[in-house]
C-alpha cells in the first residue's frame, strides 16, 4: 500500500470513529509502527488529525480541500468514481460544460463521452486525465481559463481566471464543495469561491458532485445557496437520510444516487 492510500485509510477509519489507536492501526493498515508513525505525524501537519495519547483523532476543523491532491484523490475513490460517472450522464451533446477544479469533478475526464460537448474549466487535472483517452478532438474542445497556477491542486485560480469564466455562458456547471447543507456550499478559499460562483452565476444548471460525508460540513467560504443547485450528485445516502431528504425538498434539488444503489 503507497503512503496515500495508507493515509487515505487512516483518514477514513477516523470519519467513523474519531479515534484510531497505533496498535489498531497496524493491525488495519499491515504496516510497521514506525511507518504508522510517520503516517500520523504527516497527516497532522496537514492539520487533518491531532496526535493524542496512544493514537490519533481527527481534527476539529479537518478540511479534505486542504490536503494535498494525490492524498485527496485517494479519499473516497470508489465514491468519486460513481458521482463522476453518474454526473457525466447529465451531459447532453451538443453543450457547453464548465468543471470545476475539485478531484470528483477531475475524475469525470474518464467518462466524457465522444460527441460535441465544449468544456471550460480551470483543472490542469482534468485536463491531463483527458490526455489518457483516445478523443475524437474534431468533436470534443477543451477551454482552459488561465490564471495562477495552485500546484497543490493542479488549478488555476485568481482574477485573470475569473474573467474568463464571467466571459463566457454554459449550458451546465459541474461544481465540488467542501461541504454543503441547508445553509448552502461551502469551500475552502475565497479564490475557489469566487470561480465557483462566477460558474453558477453563467450556467442554466448547476451539478453539485459531493460524497455524502459532506453533507453537514462548512469551510471557510459560502459559496451560494443550496437552492442554486439543479441536481445533486451523490454516491450514497448520508447518516441522517430523512433529514437529507427534508433539505434537498425544501431547497428544489434532484438527487442522483449511482444506479446500482438507488
Known sequence: MIPAQRR??????????????????????????????????????????????????????????????????????????????????LMTPPQTCFIDGGTTPAAMAEFIPDEEIRIITNSLRFVRNMEDRTINWNKLEIYVAGGFYYGKSGILL??????????????????????????????????VRNIEQAMITNADKVVLLADHTKFG????????PLDVVDYLVIDQLPADPSRFQEVMQAAEVEVILPKATS
Open 8 to 89: 487515505a485509510k487512516i483518514l477514513e477509519t477516523l470519519r467513523h470513529t474519531n479515534f484510531l489507536s497505533l496498535k489498531d492501526a497496524v493491525e488495519l493498515i499491515g504496516a510497521s509502527e514506525a511507518t504508522i508513525r510517520r503516517d500520523f505525524k504527516y497527516l497532522e501537519k496537514t492539520g487533518s488529525i491531532r496526535c493524542v495519547r496512544g493514537g490519533v483523532s481527527l481534527a476539529e476543523q479537518n478540511q479534505d480541500e486542504a490536503l494535498p491532491y494525490p492524498l485527496r484523490t485517494q479519499l473516497l475513490s470508489s465514491a468519486k468514481v460513481q458521482i463522476a460517472r453518474q454526473a457525466v450522464r
Open 158 to 191: 485568481g482574477p485573470p481566471t475569473e474573467r474568463y469564466v464571467q466571459e463566457h455562458h454554459a449550458d451546465i456547471a459541474f461544481i465540488s464543495a467542501a461541504g454543503y447543507g441547508e445553509d448552502g456550499i461551502y469551500n475552502t478559499t475565497e479564490l
Open 217 to 224: 460540513r462548512r469551510s471557510m467560504c459560502h459559496v451560494a
